[in-house]
């Protein structure tokens, strides 16, 4: 028979959890995976079920115990960050980790205390983004001095989002300048007629701030049912695009540039 948990165990349990799941929403994981994992672990800490609803920007969760004669519930804020799906997994095998050994409350919480992003070096981020939007360039079409200055203006912008992050600036206004950068550069080999093919640079600059991700959740929420998820997620993304066209605009409006 299992051990009937008290009102603060559980209350440490179910925040525990809540904390499990606030990272995983923070750092861009499906609403599906979030709600598999925090029933799993809650499962494997003791109670008897975890009910968890989401929206973009919170979490709220109820664990049952004692028969569901208990219950304890909690709120969370999550804050938008970058997408990082090494927490993800790292959350994941925690869980993983609980279930198997069966660890308790207090391993939970030194794992998640553990737990840090996996950054790659940014100056190869850096190059590698400015190598990936010339090469589209040049698969497009581009000629050789549109193909360098499409990996120019990629990779400065690639820097100036990194600069804007670091200094935790909106993720719209950041899509927006650094937009506005890219475009700038990259509309230089129209302006001084440095390339036959400046139509494609310019486009090709920007690629990096396609919100793929954002997208793709969207439609994956919406798909398991989760619609708020699903709205909240497309909506950002259609600001982001929306941010990275207005900073395009300004960009091209600058240069006196009238068109593709």
């Known amino acids: 028979m299992l051990k009937e948990l008290t009102y603060e165990e559980q209350t440490r349990i179910t925040r525990a959890i809540i ?5 995983m929403l923070e750092f861009g994981a499906e609403s599906k995976l979030i709600e598999t994992t925090t029933q799993r672990l809650g499962v494997a800490l003791g109670v008897d079920s975890v009910e968890i609803s989401l ?52 391993f939970v919480f030194k794992t998640m205390k553990e737990i840090q992003p996996n950054y790659y070096n940014r100056w190869l981020v850096v190059f590698m983004v400015g190598l990936s939007c010339a090469s589209f360039a040049y698969l497009y079409g581009a000629d050789w001095q549109a193909f360098f200055t499409t990996f120019v203006a990629s990779s400065v912008a690639m820097f100036v989002r990194q600069e804007l992050a670091k200094r935790k600036f909106v993720m719209i206004i950041t899509f927006g300048i650094t937009a506005f950068v890219a475009t700038i550069i990259a509309g230089l080999s129209q302006v001084f007629n440095l390339s036959s ?5 310019l486009s090709a600059s920007v690629i990096l701030l396609a919100p793929g991700f ?38 091209m409006a600058l240069l006196n540039i009238k068109g593709w």
Not at 220 to 230: E, F, I, N, P, Q
């Open 19 to 23: 904390k499990a799941a606030v990272l």
């Open 55 to 106: 929206i973009p920007s919170a979490i709220v969760l109820s664990t049952l115990s004692n028969n569901q004669s208990q219950s304890v519930t909690t709120t969370r804020r999550a804050h938008h960050k970058p997408i990082n799906m090494s927490i993800v997994c790292d959350v994941q095998k925690m869980c993983h980790e609980v279930e198997k050994h069966k660890h308790n409350v207090e």
């Open 197 to 201: 093919t400046p139509s494609i640079a």
């Open 214 to 251: 954002p997208f793709v959740n969207s439609v994956l929420d919406a798909v398991k049912g989760y619609l708020s998820m699903g709205w909240g997620r497309w909506m950002q993304a259609v600001l982001l695009t929306l941010a990275t066209s207005i900073g395009m605009i300004l960009a």
